[in-house]
């Protein structure tokens, strides 16, 4: 069965700023606190996560209009999954993103959409603090 | 020196489980002389009918609206407050040996320290304190952790599968290949959640459970003050206890436990006159919450099978009433004996075939609410052994154990050191208590807010997927101890209704916000 899980931030910094981070498919590492690195190969991205788990996920929309990234984890407990990541303009200066999980067993949404929430945290405070900075 | 703290908490455990509680399918002459020796507690509630939750109010002494962890798989805080750091810091060696669950188990990117020790070959993580000072993982010296299946990454879970490889087979699979609790049936009547587990019993986790404990409780220098949580896996679902023991009670000899009506058509009377999810469980057409395996159907639960469940569930009972005994024996070798308090409880009841359901869930009735609660105080303090009647809950239990060691309770603690009898309890206000349940997990929402007070316990709910707030229960404890007949729309128990309700609100700590995420199913 398909399960869906969606947790958004609202982030004190232009759309554009927010989409050169997290539309930047192999920047991942760089905002995604359990991933250690990221390397991407025409449609595939690897992921090495830091607890040492390798994994690849297929790319399967990374529209710099729409601001949208949307890929596909490709594990075998897993027989479906999309994760879509939307970045909103609100205003010169803020922006809402917007990240979906839905999978299949539902189960893992809530896992994988827990790691969604923690690297929302971190982009949020990565991009506010460079405000500051 | 002062006086060494043995909590031992079980799992999912009925109050009528224990031969000093009446229980009649288990013998447990281990704890029911505990019992004889010490206070025992008639009325102790849990203040949630689920493990993270409850578990979380034992450690920080807290209702789940003011520790945040609101339903199974919301982790608690790293540095919430914990009366084990408070031990700690007092000069305690302090253990939690067996099932600690304050950290959701699913883990794949290894967040938790529960989940990261064993393959790590640690046994505590240095952390952040309530307190803002560092020390060990929530206060733990030692955490050498077990659950009630050889998943996962624990402690139990890696010595068997290096030193009794063969054994790994013989479990029930709580998961199936989605991820949910296993609906799987087996024994001789197909029941759900059992299981034939050939397994030694000595490589079992509750003698695990105990050899670990004495192993640790061994090492402590004499004079050296304790605290050790000995926490049993069982007798949690599923129901596999060793295949050798099972004689120990015969299913076919078991009597239907008073609380399962077998005809279908009073049963099903008895539900309909519940809040409607309830009767949405019981026929399979909503099932709310995590905790019951997905793809069974209560309605299909048959006699037999509740007799063999009943049984493999007492053979579990029994065993960790032997394991208690030996933990028992290498105190009183050690020469501290006297000196040593024993607290035995459990984090939550289990339905037992209660109305024809099983596991547990949004149901807050004595089979999930009435727990097993006994206080051996050490022999040394001279309290005179007694029975109370008053309602007490687990949030009580960190203000005892504050108590015992000879601390003052912190002002985060919400409960009070347990009455050594009634008129103690009378003396220092003890009078209700309180038991919550929210979850919301793929689109349906319950909540309960339940008080337990004068003989009566009341429910009432909040909006969810089930109900638009105005449903409710009321039963009368004493003349309906089996919670059959649902008072709460009995114009003659209106002015009762709302004084609890009353009571219940003014009582009930507000709910700590933002709602912490929850990250895991459980």
């Not at chain 2, 393959?119 to 952790?145: I, L, Q, Y």
């Not at chain 2, 599968?161 to 290949?177: K, R, S, T, Y």
Request: net charge negative.
């Amino acid at each position: 069965m398909l399960g869906a899980v969606r947790y958004s931030s609202e982030i004190a910094r232009p759309a554009d700023d927010v989409w050169a981070m997290v539309g930047e498919p192999a920047r991942i590492g760089d905002w995604f606190p359990d991933f250690a690195s990221a390397t991407v190969e025409g449609t595939t991205r690897t992921i090495v996560t830091k607890s040492g788990m390798t994994f690849d996920e297929e790319l399967l929309i990374v529209d710099p209009i729409m601001r949208r990234l949307q890929y596909r984890l490709d594990l075998p407990i897993i027989s479906f999954h999309r994760g879509t990541i939307d970045v909103i303009e609100l205003g010169s200066d803020r922006s809402l993103v917007v990240y979906a999980t839905e999978c299949d067993p539902r189960i893992m949404a809530l896992v994988i959409g827990a790691a969604t929430k923690r690297a929302l945290d971190a982009v949020t405070a990565i991009l506010e603090e460079e405000n500051h900075g | 020196m002062g006086r060494k703290i043995l909590l031992i908490t079980t799992d999912q455990q009925r109050f009528d489980t224990l031969g000093c509680n009446g229980g009649v399918y288990s013998r447990t002459p281990v704890i029911d002389s505990l019992a004889a020796h010490g206070i025992r507690y008639e009325r102790a509630q849990p203040q949630s009918v689920v493990c993270m939750p409850s578990r979380s109010t034992i450690l920080t002494g807290q209702h789940p609206s003011t520790h945040g962890v609101w339903m199974n798989g919301v982790p608690l805080p790293a540095d919430a407050p914990s009366i084990v750091e408070e031990l700690k810091a007092a000069g305690y060696a302090t253990a939690l040996i067996g099932k600690s669950h304050f950290e959701p188990y699913m883990d794949p990117f290894g967040v938790f320290a529960e989940n990261r020790m064993a393959p790590a070959e640690e046994f505590t993580e240095d952390d952040v304190w309530f307190d803002g000072s560092r020390g060990p993982h929530r206060g733990f010296d030692h955490m050498e952790m077990a659950t009630h299946s050889p998943a996962g990454t624990l402690h139990y879970s890696r010595w068997l599968i290096f030193n009794h490889p063969e054994a790994l087979g013989g479990f029930f699979p709580v998961l199936d290949g989605n991820l949910e609790v296993s609906a799987a049936t087996g024994g001789d009547t197909d029941a759900v959640q059992v299981a034939i587990n050939p397994i030694d019993k000595e490589w079992y986790h509750t003698d695990w459970v105990a050899d670990r404990t004495i192993d640790w409780l061994s090492a402590r220098d004499q004079g050296e003050d304790w605290f050790c949580w000995m926490s049993f896996p069982d007798p949690h679902h599923p129901w596999d206890p060793p295949a050798s023991e099972l004689g120990r009670v015969a299913w076919q000899d078991i009597d239907l436990p008073a609380g399962y009506v077998e005809n279908a058509a009073a049963r099903e009377q008895i539900i309909a006159d519940k809040p409607r999810h309830w009767m949405d469980w019981y026929t399979g057409a909503l099932v709310s919450n995590f905790e019951a395996p997905h793809d069974w159907v209560p309605a299909t639960l048959q006699a037999d099978q509740l007799r063999e469940i009943t049984a493999k569930n007492a053979v579990e009972v029994e065993l960790i009433d032997d394991a208690v005994g030996r933990v028992m024996a290498a105190i009183e070798a050690m020469g501290c004996a006297d000196d040593v308090d024993i607290i035995f409880t459990t984090d939550h009841g289990e339905l037992g075939g209660d109305f024809g359901l099983l596991f547990k869930g949004p149901y807050h009735v004595d089979a999930l609410m009435r727990l097993p609660l006994i206080w051996r105080p050490a022999p040394s303090a001279s309290i005179a052994p007694a029975v109370v009647s008053t309602p007490v809950g687990l949030v009580d239990l960190a203000p005892t154990m504050s108590s015992i060691a000879g601390l003052a309770a912190k002002d985060w603690m919400e409960g009070a050191a347990l009455p050594v009898d009634d008129d103690d309890a009378s003396a220092r206000g003890f009078e209700r208590s309180l038991t919550e349940w929210d979850s919301s997990l793929f689109g349906v929402e319950v909540h309960l807010r339940t008080i337990t007070r004068d003989g009566f316990v009341c429910t009432i709910y909040g909006p969810g997927t089930s109900h638009d707030g105005t449903e409710g229960e009321l039963y009368d404890l004493v003349h309906d101890p089996l919670q059959q007949v649902n008072l709460f729309n009995d114009p003659s128990r209106a002015s009762l209704r709302d004084d609890l309700i009353d009571d219940l609100r003014r009582s009930q700590p507000p709910q700590a916000t933002p709602l912490a995420t929850l990250v895991a199913p459980v």
